[in-house]
């Protein structure tokens, strides 16, 4: 029983002190990558200011790029800033080597659907194809101009000005959401979203369904709220909720 114990606990004192001390050669160190527990030690450590180090990373690497591994390396992934990188993966003849994958799919489904923002290879290559084609039209391209000129000079100009003048705070995120949840509207659904009473709900369900995605995205262990959603709690319970707000909403513009 000694013998076990005394095993055991020097196997367990040698993985500790790999998972801790030993990485793999890259020339990219960023984010830290170890064996079995991959990014996580990084990114629990920099949680609290994810977006600062997410862009601090970007910025040290010569290639503006970043590779995600997670526990036990179940899947890995690639963050990139380099305009050069996305404009290879859009254009590129191999498009379809460059896929956002069934973690990405699977965070965003409850949300986008099998959308083009959430689809990969033949499904988002037909609705690509139809995107381009719509947005490639002069008519469309001009609405869309009409719609964000007028949007900024008669509700997002006057409200700067007018907080301005009485030297009032406010909400800068909150404005800008609005600014883009009323320009969607006009442009995606034809309408004025005054003309509904319920677009606060609609903007505040869809708020949180995004910070609800995000959070599915940086849980270390995604078993967690897969439960979660599963036995429709918390979170997940609300996030539910927030979508169907959402569908209602759509479906009384159509």
Same mark, same amino acid.
């Not at 862009?55 to 010569?62: A, G, I, N, V």
């Not at 590129?92 to 409850?110: C, E, M, T």
């Not at 083009?116 to 499904?123: H, K, L, P, T």
């Given at each position: 029983?000694? &013998?076990?114990?005394?095993?055991?606990? +020097?196997?367990?004192? +040698?993985?500790?002190? =790999?998972?801790?001390?030993?990485?793999?050669?890259?020339?990219?160190?960023?984010?830290?990558?170890?064996?079995?527990?991959?990014?996580?030690?990084?990114?629990?450590?920099?949680?609290?200011?994810?977006?600062?180090?997410?862009?601090?990373?970007?910025?040290?690497?010569?290639?503006?790029?970043?590779?995600?591994?997670?526990?036990?390396?179940?899947?890995?992934?690639?963050?990139?800033?380099?305009?050069?990188?996305?404009?290879?993966?859009?254009?590129?003849?191999?498009?379809?080597?460059?896929?956002?994958?069934?973690?990405?799919?699977?965070?965003?489904?409850?949300?986008?659907?099998?959308?083009?923002?959430?689809?990969?290879?033949?499904?988002?290559?037909?609705?690509?194809?139809?995107?381009?084609?719509?947005?490639?039209?002069?008519?469309?391209?001009?609405?869309?101009?009409?719609?964000?000129?007028? @949007?900024?000079?008669?509700?997002?100009?006057?409200?700067?000005?007018?907080?301005? &003048? &009485?030297?009032?705070?406010?909400?800068?995120?909150?404005?800008?959401?609005? =600014?883009?949840?009323?320009?969607?509207?006009?442009?995606?659904?034809?309408?004025?979203?005054?003309?509904?009473?319920?677009?606060?709900?609609?903007?505040?369900?869809?708020?949180?369904?995004? &910070?609800?995605? =995000?959070?599915? =995205?940086?849980?270390?262990?995604?078993?967690?709220?897969?439960?979660?959603?599963?036995?429709?709690?918390?979170?997940?319970?609300?996030?539910? @909720?927030?979508?169907?707000?959402?569908?209602?909403?759509?479906?009384?513009?159509?």
């Amino acid at each position: 029983m000694l &013998e076990y114990i005394s095993f055991t606990f +020097i196997s367990t004192s +040698i993985l500790f002190f =790999f998972l801790l001390k030993s990485r793999p050669a890259n020339k990219n160190p960023y984010p830290g990558s170890y064996p079995v527990i991959g990014n996580i030690n990084s990114f629990l450590r920099n949680f609290h200011r994810f977006h600062d180090w997410v862009t601090e990373m970007l910025h040290r690497t010569p290639s503006a790029s970043v590779q995600v591994n997670s526990l036990l390396n179940i899947s890995t992934g690639v963050c990139t800033s380099n305009p050069d990188n996305i404009q290879h993966m859009l254009t590129s003849p191999n498009v379809f080597s460059y896929i956002k994958g069934s973690r990405f799919h699977a965070v965003l489904h409850d949300l986008l659907g099998d959308g083009i923002f959430n689809a990969d290879g033949q499904i988002w290559a037909v609705q690509r194809k139809i995107a381009s084609n719509e947005f490639s039209t002069r008519s469309l391209k001009l609405f869309v101009s009409e719609v964000v000129d007028s @949007e900024i000079s008669e509700n997002l100009l006057p409200f700067l000005s007018e907080a301005e &003048e &009485e030297n009032r705070g406010f909400d800068l995120q909150q404005v800008l959401n609005k =600014f883009a949840f009323r320009s969607i509207c006009r442009v995606g659904f034809g309408v004025d979203p005054e003309l509904f009473v319920q677009d606060l709900d609609f903007m505040k369900a869809f708020d949180y369904a995004v &910070e609800t995605c =995000f959070s599915r =995205f940086t849980s270390p262990v995604p078993l967690f709220w897969k439960l979660k959603r599963f036995l429709n709690l918390g979170s997940e319970r609300r996030f539910k @909720e927030s979508v169907n707000t959402i569908n209602d909403f759509s479906q009384s513009l159509n």
